[in-house]
């Protein structure tokens, strides 16, 4: 499984930017994709995610109202979409695929396929 992540940059605050992830070589679709992201000296932190079949959106309390995840399933991508960017969203970016029939963010890195990141920077 490959994903490719795009759509990063450098904004302002209360700009917006858009995240893309696009995911190849999967024989079957996962159960969930989703968007963690890591801050310089800070750990990786889940920021949201989407199950496929239902559409479940599930986002971290920080982003709730300001960011939106979406998918587009013929594309086989999954979106991020950042409004009110703040410049505490700084952050590499990384598209996760969950291996297994769930989806849980505290799973270890191992649980997920990843993608290689995209940065934001938002400046004040």
């Known amino acids: 499984v490959q994903l490719v992540e795009s759509g990063g940059g450098l904004a302002q605050a209360g700009d917006s930017l858009r995240l893309s992830c696009v995911a190849s070589g999967r024989t079957f679709r996962s159960y969930a994709t989703g968007w963690f992201r890591q801050a310089p000296g800070k750990e990786r932190e889940f920021v949201a995610a989407i199950t496929w079949k239902s559409g479940g959106t599930y986002y971290q309390k920080s982003v709730t109202g300001r960011f939106t995840i979406s998918k587009d399933n013929a594309k086989d991508t999954v979106y991020l979409q950042m409004d009110n960017l703040q410049v505490e969203d700084t952050a590499i970016y990384y598209c996760?695929?969950?291996?297994?029939?769930?989806?849980?963010?505290?799973?270890?890195?191992?649980?997920?396929?990843w993608g290689q990141g995209t940065q934001v920077t938002v400046s004040s």
């Open positions: 996760a695929d969950s291996k297994s029939g769930t989806f849980l963010p505290q799973a270890d890195q191992t649980s997920f396929y």
